[in-house]
């Protein structure tokens, strides 16, 4: 791929053909090939296998949604714990308060069909923007699609009704904004100084924004162009203090800080660790791992050190934590694109008309003007779900992994009267899906704030999942009256052969045990 050369931020390349910008009257009217794009793109995602209900497969969705409530009824953003029992009154920071609200907003609104329609709207838009910022830095049509389709399909297992749905859409704007600023300076790129407030506060992904500005200052002082790196590290640094408007000022920083350098959290929690951890789990991610780790040699070749850089940066965040794919295919596809449009052109190039590769090519330049622009379809799309069922299986519920229909069976037992304050073991990812259907009781021994609950209760629960030596003295000092476990735990096991717990339902998906008083 080194011999070809890349095209970079160039919306119409030498021998390609100029897209028109969307300047045709009622453009906006217009089916374009983004807007049929946008319904592949759901038919993939959500119109097979229960897709919308995938949305639901996660806990934390759980709490989000009440977290969001209570700060819309009491106005405040908390600082102390909603949930658990564990350590009641402990510091908390809930900093992801507004994607919560958000979330709660469009709960209320919509109930958990909304959740999920509103976060695939947020995904397909993702994508939709990925693929036009490819179009304008001059990628083939037909690159574009496919690669958008690829990277789509490549992202699916991170495609959950969480806020960090927020930062996969702003990390596509902020690349897109700092692209066109590299290519022709203006003011619209000082706006990524108000985006990081409001993404400071919706996810803690803002360092998307604050590398990728970096790594542009880094580039220009390295091509020894003083203006464009001056204004670079002005943008690094605006943005940068911009993050500290949030409820929480400089001890949210210090907070992430001790989070994510927890070695604890790379031993037991799955999108902390490296996906080569779990072989043959992600083989899309390495075909574009290895594609894009070949075109950073061209990069350099080219002084395109920036973007060389923000390969292999996340590149390597990839690599030790899964997490992270999500952003580098985000940050890879437009030079992959820049790439392989390169070579498609170098094949066709001089290709009778009447040849295969010229009737390719014929065709290629016939639909590239139908990528340059967006209709009102899309968002039409939406708004048609949002009216009516029509004939498909929306969420009602989580997702069938959750033990939705034995909390539903012995919802007076877990929280009925005289039962508000139950202590209730389950697993972490159930955690939030009580928290969603039983707060405000607070009443779970752990949830999916692992970063609230540290070291020491995360090795208790470790413990306890394991029916280790300490089972019983875990279960004494923190006062379970139910656990409601997997049936493959090992402490299921355990709790079956102690005559102080009585096995009180279960299925396939569940065990719920209670203590004998």
């Known amino acids: 791929m080194s ?51 995938r949305l639901l497969t996660d ?15 009491n106005h405040a953003v908390p600082v102390s714990d909603l949930f658990s029992f564990t350590t009641p009154g402990g510091r908390w920071y809930a900093w992801e308060w507004l994607s919560d609200v958000i979330f709660a907003l469009v709960h209320m609104a919509g109930g958990l069909k909304g959740v999920a329609l509103f976060s695939g709207a947020l995904i397909t838009l993702t994508m939709i923007l990925l693929f036009r910022h ?15 389709i690829f990277v789509t399909d490549t992202l699916r297992l991170h495609y959950l009704a969480r806020p960090h749905l927020f930062t996969t859409l702003f990390a596509v704007i902020a690349l897109w904004m700092i692209d066109r600023d590299w290519k022709e300076p203006g003011r619209g790129v000082w706006l990524l100084v108000p985006l990081t407030v409001v993404w400071t506060n919706l996810h803690g992904g803002f360092l998307v924004l604050l590398t990728a500005a970096g790594a542009s200052a880094v580039c220009a002082l390295l091509r020894r162009e003083r203006v464009r790196a001056r204004r670079y590290v002005a943008l690094t640094a605006a943005c940068f203090a911009a993050t500290f408007v949030n409820p929480y000022g400089w001890q949210l920083h210090r907070h992430i800080w001790e989070y994510l350098n927890a070695g604890w959290l790379i031993r037991n929690i799955d999108e902390f660790r490296s ?95 139908a990528a340059g622009w967006t209709s009102v379809w899309g968002p039409a799309l939406f708004v048609f779900f949002a ?12 997702a069938p992994n959750f033990p939705t229909a034995m909390v539903g069976r012995q919802a007076a037992a877990l929280n009925g009267p005289g039962r508000e304050g139950a202590r209730i073991l389950t697993q972490d990812i159930w955690g939030g899906y009580l928290d969603y259907r039983f707060y405000p009781n607070r009443h779970v021994f752990i949830d999916g704030r ?24 875990l279960a004494a000092r923190y006062g379970w009256d139910f656990v409601l476990i997997p049936p493959e735990w090992p402490l299921a096991k355990a709790l079956e052969k102690d005559s102080a ?17």
Not at 134 to 148: D, E, K, P, Q, Y
Not at 330 to 338: N, T
Not at 457 to 467: E, F, M, P, S, W
Not at 504 to 512: H, M, P, T, W
């Open 59 to 73: 806990g934390d969705t759980g709490w989000h949604i009440r977290t969001g409530e209570y700060i819309l009824k």
């Open 134 to 148: 490819m179009i304008w830095r001059g990628a083939s049509v037909h690159v574009a699609v496919l690669l958008s």
């Open 275 to 369: 996906p080569f951890s779990r072989p043959g789990e992600f083989p899309q991610f390495e075909a574009l791992l290895m594609v894009g780790l070949i075109c950073t040699w061209e990069l350099l070749r080219r002084r395109r050190y920036h973007e060389a850089l923000l390969l292999v940066f996340w590149a390597h965040s990839a690599l030790t934590a899964a997490r992270h794919i999500t952003i580098y295919a985000l940050v890879a596809a437009p030079v992959l694109a820049d790439s392989l449009s390169s070579l498609w052109r170098t094949w066709v190039r001089g290709s009778d008309r009447g040849s295969i590769r010229g009737a390719l090519r014929e065709l290629v330049e016939d639909l590239q003007p």
């Open 387 to 398: 009216c009516g069922s029509w004939g498909i299986e929306w969420p009602r519920d989580f």
């Open 501 to 517: 717990w009585q096995l009180r339902d279960r299925d396939k998906v569940a065990l719920l045990f209670e203590r004998l008083r």
């Open 450 to 473: 692992s970063d609230y609950y540290g070291y020491r209760i995360l090795q208790d629960y470790v413990a306890a999942r394991a029916a280790g030596e300490r089972w019983g003295e």
């Open 3 to 53: 011999a070809s050369p890349v095209v970079h931020h160039a919306p119409s390349p030498a021998g390609a053909p100029r897209t028109p910008r969307a300047g045709r009257r009622n453009s906006w009217l217009l089916p374009s090939l983004a807007d049929i794009l946008l319904v592949v793109f759901v038919g993939i995602l959500f119109m097979r296998d229960s897709g919308w209900l």
